[in-house]
Nanobody
């Protein structure tokens, strides 16, 4: 069974920082494409950042300059460093993984999902 487990969410004031982590089971994910999605109440799930098996990255416009996605292939872990957080960043954040190494941006392209970790940013 493939498992993705997120951690690092919490409550933070606007302007603060959080670092989210995702641990993937099995060495088969050491070079798979991965991403971070978020979903707020009443809104669609949206891609925040993505990374390919070779390290190429993508960021949604609202995350550029503030968030950084990274991976440690040897440890099968994915991270999202979030700085200068804003109240509109409040959402449940999900870790996702695909079956290949190329950069993925559509939710249907990811075959594996974690349970999510809540991020709440106060004004």
């Amino acid at each position: 069974q493939v498992q993705l487990v997120e951690s690092g969410g919490g409550l933070v004031q606007a302007g603060g920082s959080l670092r989210l982590s995702c641990a993937a089971s099995g060495s088969m994910f050491s070079r798979n494409a991965m991403g971070w999605y978020r979903q707020a109440p009443g809104k669609k799930r949206e891609l925040v950042a993505a990374i390919s098996g070779s390290g190429s990255t993508y960021y949604t416009d609202s995350a550029k300059g503030r968030f950084t996605i990274s991976r440690d292939n040897a440890k099968n872990t994915l991270a999202l460093q979030m700085n200068s957080l804003k109240p509109e960043d409040t959402a449940m954040y999900y870790c996702a993984a695909g079956d290949g190494w190329r950069l993925l941006v559509q939710p249907g392209e990811y075959g594996y999902w974690g349970q999510g970790t809540q991020v709440t940013v106060s004004s």
